[in-house]
């Protein structure tokens, strides 16, 4: 196999790579945030709350992550002027538009990822003996410490692996930003099928590869942190 | 564990509080909802002639029909390959044999472990060059089985492994082949314990169609929906549809499957259910697989 397109300066593989890396990052940030808060909404004692965030993450679950990131960029940005990067006279309109869509497709990344972090931290509540809480309860302790002190710190071990997993995911997902012209992997993937179409085989075992790399080490070390941290019942 | 067993019966305090919350948080959904419809409004989006091609048959013929059968067919597709393939590698890895045992597991391993995406980029170029056309649709439902077909079969594998070992030492203890033991005993109870997890796999096939749209040009639902909107000028309208046709279809999805599992499992003795979310503690490492 030739992999002579690998030292052509023509084609950053390293850095369409870090380009995934950065998008998973922030994404990954901001969904923890915002999935916390959803789950936190999900058990509270107001029905609204509860309403409000079992809507969400039906409805927003459901949709397809392209739709959600094409959406981003020509309906948020094109059509009703959502700006996330400033413009700076006399610069190229390239630089702005790569971050502009950088942070379009972060935005994106967020608002899908958090309803899968808020199942999972709700799962993991799940996972607790309703024993636990009852026997909280029982010896007087309120809300707030029955969650802080009992059923959270058992619940967090459980939601390790289910979150890790949704970590893996998203940074597979973080291809999808291809789809408004973010420079990361899939898309310098399809610019070498185009310019180099006899090396297919070979760009295509570059890629997955870069893959397997990226998302090998977050399962094998989460899983065993999962495994260490899991509440032996 | 269900939220009511964490907090008290609310007393008249409680409830006075839970109230004061609720209209905060209410007050605070309208202010949100009323400053949508006012950027909405201020950028020319509620206008009649940008919604009234939603409801134009000329645009569902020409357009959103077509691409929304495009969906269902590579969907359907995937969905009827992967099935039997997961089924085939799930039984290979979990057989006595290594030559068999090791190459499954390298394959399930890695094309899990590979976006979509790129598989469908592979996929058509590949298919270009062994069959000499170029197929969209032959790349989507390339991409979609080869990942698909590597979740199923973990999920296969985590459905058998959650049976009682006793299902499996009875079998061999009346004298049944290796053979007979998965097809006889094991598969068709691991199926019904499944039927969760096989759903929400159908429902991450559905929509992982879209992403057949980007890279190899397959029109489906949203690439369709694409050029009705710059036909009509009308981006928001038309996105909004088919977020609303995604979520319709992936609901009756999820829906009529939790009605079957019922109906299955209605008369029998319990067995463990194993959902997507549960897959990886059951087979005990951490997978990437739900949230697709």
Redesign the interface.
């Known amino acids: 196999m030739d992999f002579s397109f690998l030292s052509d300066p023509r084609y950053d593989v390293l850095g369409a790579f870090w380009m995934n890396v950065q998008l998973t990052f922030w994404s990954a940030i901001g969904a923890l945030i915002l999935g916390t808060i959803l789950a936190g909404m999900r058990v509270s004692p107001v029905p609204l709350m509860r309403g409000f965030a079992t809507t969400y993450v039906n409805v927003v679950r459901n949709i397809p992550l392209t739709v959600i990131i094409i959406m981003m960029a020509q309906v948020m940005y094109t059509q009703l002027g959502l700006k996330l990067a400033s413009r700076t006279p006399g610069e190229h309109p390239q630089i702005f538009l790569n971050a502009q869509n950088f942070r379009l497709a972060v935005l994106g990344f967020i608002l899908y990822t958090s309803t899968f972090v808020a199942e999972a931290i709700r799962s993991g509540i799940n996972t607790v003996p309703p024993g636990q809480a009852e026997a909280a309860r029982a010896i007087g302790l309120k809300f707030t410490q029955v969650l802080g002190i009992v059923v959270m710190p058992q619940a967090f071990r459980a939601v390790i692996a289910p979150l890790a997993s949704v970590l893996i995911a998203l940074t597979k997902n973080t291809t999808v930003a291809s789809a408004i012209g973010v420079a990361e992997a899939a898309l310098l993937m399809n610019t070498l099928m185009e310019n180099e179409a006899d090396k297919y085989f070979a760009v295509f075992i570059v890629i997955a590869l870069g893959f397997v790399v990226l998302t090998l080490p977050i399962g094998l070390l989460l899983g065993w942190v999962a495994h260490r941290a899991t509440v032996k019942r | ?3 009511n ?4 019966h ?1 007393g008249p305090r ?1 409830r006075m509080r ?1 109230l004061i ?2 209209i905060v ?2 007050a605070l ?1 309208v202010a949100a909802v009323w400053w949508v419809i006012v ?2 409004a201020d ?1 020319g ?1 509620l206008t009649a002639a940008k919604w009234k091609p939603l409801i134009e048959a000329q645009n569902w013929t020409t357009y959103l029909l077509p691409g929304l059968w495009n969906t269902i067919k590579a969907a359907v597709i995937s969905v009827v390959i992967a099935l039997p393939l997961g089924a085939i590698l799930g039984v290979a890895r979990m057989s006595d044999h290594g030559w068999l045992r090791w190459p499954a597991s390298v394959i399930v391993e ?1 094309f899990r ?6 598989l469908m ?2 996929a ?3 298919w270009f ?1 062994l069959v000499g056309t170029s197929s969209p649709l032959a790349a989507v439902v390339i991409g979609l089985v080869l990942y698909n077909g590597s979740v199923l079969a973990e999920v296969f594998r985590a459905g058998v492994r959650a049976l009682p070992k006793g299902q499996t030492e009875a079998a061999v203890a009346i004298g049944l082949r290796k053979t007979q033991v998965m097809t006889n005993v094991l598969l068709p109870q691991a199926l019904t314990a499944m039927l969760p997890a096989i759903v929400s796999q159908l ?1 991450v096939i559905l ?5 057949g ?3 190899v040009g397959y029109v489906e639902l ?1 690439r369709a929906a ?1 050029t009705s909107a710059s036909n009509y000028q009308n ?2 309208p038309t ?1 909004v549809l ?2 609303v046709i ?2 319709v279809l ?2 009756t999805l999820t829906t009529s499957a939790s009605v079957l599992e019922r109906r299955f499992r209605r008369g029998r003795k319990g067995g463990k259910v194993v959902d997507a ?1 549960a897959v ?2 059951v087979v ?9």
């Open positions: 564990m269900t939220t067993v964490m907090y008290d609310p409680a839970n919350y609720s948080f209410a959904l950027i909405l950028n989006q890695f472990s590979v976006p979509v995406i790129i980029v592979f058509f170029q590949l060059s429902v929509k992982d169609t879209a992403l749209g980007i890279l949203r694409a981006l928001l996105y088919i977020s995604y979520i992936n609901l979310a990886g503690s005990g490492e951490v997978t990437g697989d739900e949230t697709r």
